[in-house]
C-alpha cells in the first residue's frame, strides 16, 4: 500500500511540473522580441543594399525591397539613435516597431513574429516579415502620421465652411434694404425727361387773327356801334382783334 501511495504521489508530481514547465514555454518576453528588433536594425544600418541589386539569381520581389532599401538609407543619412520599440500582439501575430532618428528623419522598423513559434522557440525563430519606412513622428508609424493629418485637414475644411455659411448670414440683414431702395427707384425716376402719363396736357388754343379779314371787321363794327347807339362816340370804339369761341 505505502508503495501504490508513493508511485502516486511520484505522478502528480511529474504531472505539475510538467503543466508548470508548458506553461513557462508558452509565455513570450517583449524584450526578447525588442532586442531581436534592435538587432536587425543595426545588421539594417550597417548593409550596402546597392551591392545586392546585381545580383541575377535575386527575385523581383526582394530586388524591390533592396532598391526601395537603398534609397531610403541614402535619404536618411548617418544613424543617429533608437528612439524606442513598440510591440503589440493581435490574432496570433506579434508586431513591434522600431523608431529611430536618422540625420535627415525618423525610419519606422517594423518586425512582425509568429506568437506560437516566439512562445516556443524565441523571437529570433518567429520572425514572418521585416520592412523599414519613413516615419514623420517618433514612435509613430507613417499610417498614423498620416491619419492625424487627414483629421486636420477635414476639421480645417469644416470650420472654413462654417466660418463662409456665418458670413453670408450676416448680409442676409442687408438684403430688406437693398430691396427697398430698388422699389424706390422704380417708382421715382431720377430721369428730367420723365413724363407722367396721369398729367392731361390741355392743347394750345389757336388764335386766328382776323385783323386782315376788312369786310368782316366792319360788319361787326357797325353791329357792335349799332347795339351801343349813343354810348360810343364816332371814333372811340376799335375792334382790334376777334376770337371764335368754341
Same mark, same amino acid.
Given at each position: 500500500?505505502?508503495?501504490?501511495?508513493?508511485?502516486? #504521489?511520484?505522478?502528480?508530481?511529474?504531472?505539475?511540473?510538467?503543466? =508548470?514547465? %508548458? %506553461?513557462?514555454?508558452?509565455?513570450?518576453? &517583449?524584450?526578447?522580441?525588442?532586442?531581436?528588433?534592435?538587432?536587425?536594425? &543595426?545588421?539594417?544600418?550597417?548593409?550596402? +543594399?546597392?551591392?545586392?541589386?546585381?545580383?541575377?539569381?535575386?527575385?523581383?520581389?526582394?530586388?524591390?525591397?533592396?532598391?526601395?532599401?537603398?534609397?531610403?538609407?541614402?535619404?536618411?543619412?548617418? +544613424?543617429?539613435?533608437?528612439?524606442?520599440? #513598440?510591440?503589440?500582439?493581435?490574432?496570433?501575430?506579434?508586431?513591434?516597431?522600431? /523608431?529611430?532618428? +536618422?540625420?535627415?528623419?525618423?525610419?519606422? +522598423?517594423?518586425?512582425?513574429?509568429? /506568437?506560437? /513559434?516566439?512562445?516556443?522557440?524565441?523571437?529570433?525563430?518567429?520572425?514572418?516579415?521585416?520592412?523599414?519606412?519613413?516615419?514623420?513622428?517618433?514612435? =509613430?508609424?507613417?499610417?498614423?502620421?498620416?491619419?492625424?493629418?487627414?483629421?486636420?485637414?477635414?476639421? =480645417?475644411?469644416?470650420? /472654413?465652411?462654417?466660418?463662409?455659411?456665418?458670413?453670408?448670414?450676416?448680409?442676409?440683414?442687408?438684403? $430688406?434694404?437693398?430691396?427697398?431702395?430698388?422699389?424706390?427707384?422704380?417708382?421715382?425716376?431720377?430721369? &428730367?425727361?420723365?413724363?407722367?402719363?396721369? #398729367?392731361?396736357?390741355?392743347?394750345?388754343?389757336?388764335?386766328?387773327?382776323?385783323?386782315?379779314?376788312?369786310?368782316?371787321?366792319?360788319?361787326?363794327?357797325?353791329?357792335?356801334?349799332?347795339?351801343?347807339?349813343?354810348?360810343?362816340? $364816332?371814333?372811340?370804339?376799335?375792334?382790334? %382783334?376777334?376770337?371764335?369761341?368754341?
Amino acid at each position: 500500500m505505502k508503495k501504490f501511495l508513493s508511485k502516486l #504521489v511520484m505522478v502528480v508530481l511529474i504531472l505539475t511540473l510538467s503543466i =508548470g514547465i %508548458s %506553461s513557462v514555454a508558452y509565455a513570450y518576453d &517583449d524584450a526578447d522580441v525588442i532586442s531581436v528588433n534592435e538587432q536587425y536594425l &543595426d545588421s539594417w544600418n550597417s548593409t550596402d +543594399f546597392s551591392q545586392y541589386l546585381q545580383d541575377a539569381a535575386m527575385s523581383e520581389e526582394s530586388l524591390t525591397q533592396f532598391t526601395n532599401w537603398q534609397a531610403l538609407k541614402d535619404q536618411l543619412g548617418t +544613424f543617429s539613435a533608437i528612439d524606442q520599440t #513598440v510591440v503589440n500582439e493581435a490574432d496570433g501575430v506579434i508586431t513591434a516597431i522600431t /523608431t529611430a532618428t +536618422f540625420e535627415n528623419g525618423k525610419l519606422a +522598423f517594423t518586425i512582425t513574429y509568429d /506568437t506560437a /513559434t516566439v512562445e516556443s522557440s524565441g523571437a529570433m525563430a518567429g520572425i514572418l516579415s521585416l520592412d523599414a519606412a519613413s516615419a514623420t513622428t517618433s514612435g =509613430g508609424s507613417p499610417n498614423m502620421a498620416k491619419a492625424g493629418m487627414n483629421i486636420l485637414m477635414g476639421m =480645417g475644411i469644416v470650420f /472654413t465652411v462654417l466660418i463662409l455659411i456665418s458670413f453670408v448670414i450676416s448680409l442676409m440683414k442687408y438684403i $430688406p434694404k437693398m430691396l427697398e431702395n430698388s422699389s424706390n427707384s422704380k417708382e421715382l425716376p431720377s430721369d &428730367d425727361n420723365y413724363v407722367d402719363k396721369n #398729367v392731361v396736357i390741355s392743347a394750345p388754343v389757336k388764335e386766328e387773327n382776323l385783323v386782315n379779314d376788312c369786310e368782316l371787321v366792319a360788319v361787326i363794327t357797325a353791329a357792335i356801334m349799332a347795339t351801343e347807339a349813343g354810348n360810343v362816340t $364816332p371814333g372811340g370804339f376799335v375792334v382790334r %382783334s376777334i376770337r371764335r369761341r368754341r
